[in-house]
């Protein structure tokens, strides 16, 4: 299975890419890049979430439970994506044929970082949360995910955020435990009014 060799600090995919929102730091890495998302990528996130959610969720979640859970959790979060460090990971260049006639389908992968506090809004110094991570199917164990989560990790603690705490998904515990992550407990989330989601609290310290 092919992984990510190497990243360097670059300018994007390309010319035709949006201007960096807040000059944020972008990166590449052979056929990949990892930028801000921008408003123009919410459909294409909206897309990438649904595949997401839907197949890698299965095996860890009653039937029942998904079905309610999916539309909530696979729309993209329009103040996550005004963030600055909401961040997708995208297929560069002429990488593929099927990504250069569907650009919507260039996005491979997604999360990012906030100091408010999912659900209540709240910040405390010191603190972070992980956001809304997923990494299309066909391109999970290439290493996207956690090199995008080494970079929230990273971006926060330059920022003085050292305490990441994360909402986990069932399935996604050893991703974060390989990143240094702990689990506290099972937490309750609450995605809409009546729609109770079963996680996992982590979180990551220095
Ligand atoms: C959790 C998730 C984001 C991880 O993304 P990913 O891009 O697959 O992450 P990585 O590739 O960095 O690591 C995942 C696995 O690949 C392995 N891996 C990492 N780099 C690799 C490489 N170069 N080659 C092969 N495997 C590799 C890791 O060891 C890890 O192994 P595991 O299968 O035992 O877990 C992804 O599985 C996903 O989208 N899950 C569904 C949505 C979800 O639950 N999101 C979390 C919300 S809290």
Same mark, same amino acid.
């Given at each position: 299975?092919? #992984?990510?060799?190497?990243?360097?600090?670059?300018? #994007?995919?390309?010319?035709? *890419?949006?201007? +960096?929102?807040?000059?944020?730091?972008?990166?590449?890495?052979? &056929?990949?890049?990892?930028?801000?998302?921008?408003? /123009?990528?919410?459909?294409?996130?909206?897309?990438?979430?649904?595949?997401?959610? &839907?197949?890698?969720? /299965?095996?860890?979640?009653?039937?029942?439970?998904?079905?309610?859970?999916?539309?909530?959790?696979? *729309?993209?979060?329009? *103040?996550?994506?005004?963030? #600055? +460090?909401?961040?997708? &990971?995208?297929?560069?260049?002429? &990488?593929?044929e099927a990504s250069a006639a569907q650009p919507a389908a260039r996005l491979v992968a997604c999360g990012g970082w906030t100091a408010e506090q999912p659900g209540t809004g709240t910040a405390a110094p010191g603190e972070a949360h992980i956001r809304h991570f997923a990494t299309r199917p066909d391109w999970i164990g290439r290493g996207v995910g956690t090199r995008l989560l080494a970079h929230c990790i990273n971006e926060a603690a330059a920022l003085g955020?050292? +305490?990441?705490?994360?909402?986990?998904?069932?399935?996604?515990a050893p991703f974060y435990r390989r990143s240094g992550f702990v689990t506290l407990g099972p937490l309750d989330v609450t995605l809409t009014p009546g729609v109770i989601f079963p996680a996992i609290l982590m979180r990551r310290t220095g």
């Open positions: 299975m092919r #992984g990510i060799t190497a990243f360097v600090i670059g300018n #994007g995919c390309g010319s035709a *890419r949006p201007p +960096t929102p807040r000059g944020s730091l972008v990166m590449s890495a052979d &056929a990949l890049t990892i930028r801000p998302a921008t408003p /123009a990528d919410s459909t294409g996130l909206d897309e990438l979430l649904a595949a997401s959610y &839907a197949t890698l969720l /299965a095996g860890h979640y009653d039937a029942e439970t998904l079905s309610r859970a999916l539309a909530p959790m696979s *729309r993209a979060n329009p *103040r996550l994506i005004d963030s #600055g +460090t909401y961040y997708v &990971a995208e297929i560069c260049g002429t &990488a593929t955020r050292t +305490t990441l705490t994360c909402f986990s998904t069932l399935n996604a």
